[in-house]
């Protein structure tokens, strides 16, 4: 499990992302680069990081599943997710 701070962390990051989004664009289209080096780092959406929806793990993320690889995997082997059977891990 992830720490609560980690999770809050990463909250923050997607909000400020949002936020300054259309002004980065603008700055980028402009190639105003010294005023976009002047925004918050926080505020680009290249810090983000993929995290798993049930644990908050950041490594083994399964992007299509939205999860980290150990819990795909026990998921898999309770039969959560169909079509998906044990072969040999």
């Excluded at 962390?9 to 664009?25: C, G, I, N």
């Excluded at 082997?77 to 169909?82: M, R, S, V, W």
Aim: proline content about 4%; glycine content about 6%.
């Amino acid at each position: 499990m992830a720490k609560e701070s980690m999770k809050a962390r990463e909250v923050k990051r997607a909000r400020m992302s949002a936020r300054y989004a259309e002004k980065r664009a603008a700055l980028k289209a402009s190639g105003d680069y010294s005023a976009l080096d002047k925004l918050p780092k926080n505020a680009s959406p290249v810090r983000m990081h993929n995290r798993c929806k049930l644990t908050g793990r950041p490594r083994g993320y399964m992007r299509i599943f939205g999860i980290s690889r150990n819990v795909f995997r026990q998921m898999a082997l309770d039969g959560k997710i169909p079509g998906v059977t044990k072969a040999s891990w």
